[in-house]
């Protein structure tokens, strides 16, 4: 089970830090992504950390900007969003996928946490 916490609203320019808690599994063996489904947009794929490190893989809207780390001791972990506009608003899901490498596909993932919404407004 994944449960992600975090959101709420911030203004342009701002920063958000969402995390993400895993139950039933050990999260460090897994690839994780964060998805965000902005209103009216279909779920997209933002980034990824591979399995038992902290090498991150970005979508081109996020790189820069975004970045997953880990807590393993916790189980959990953490998307820190910078410089945050408008087009970040959305809900976001992290997921599990069962590989070391990462991907892009939602299809690959096949643990998903219900989402935590992001509202980027001045």
């Known amino acids: 089970q994944l449960v992600e916490y975090g959101g709420g609203l911030v203004q342009p320019g701002g920063s958000l830090r969402l995390s993400c808690h895993a139950s039933g599994f050990t999260m460090e063996n897994y690839a994780m992504g964060w998805f965000r489904q902005a209103p009216g947009k279909e779920r997209e794929w933002l980034l990824c950390?591979?399995?038992?490190?902290?090498?991150?893989v970005y979508a081109d809207s996020v790189k820069g900007r975004f970045t997953i780390s880990r807590a393993n001791a916790d189980n959990t972990i953490y998307l820190q969003m910078n410089n945050l506009t408008q087009e970040d608003t959305g809900a976001y899901y992290c997921a599990a996928e069962p590989k070391y490498y990462g991907t892009n596909r939602a299809g690959n993932y096949n643990s998903w946490g219900k989402g935590t919404k992001g509202t980027v407004s001045s």
């Open positions: 950390v591979n399995a038992r490190s902290n090498d991150n």
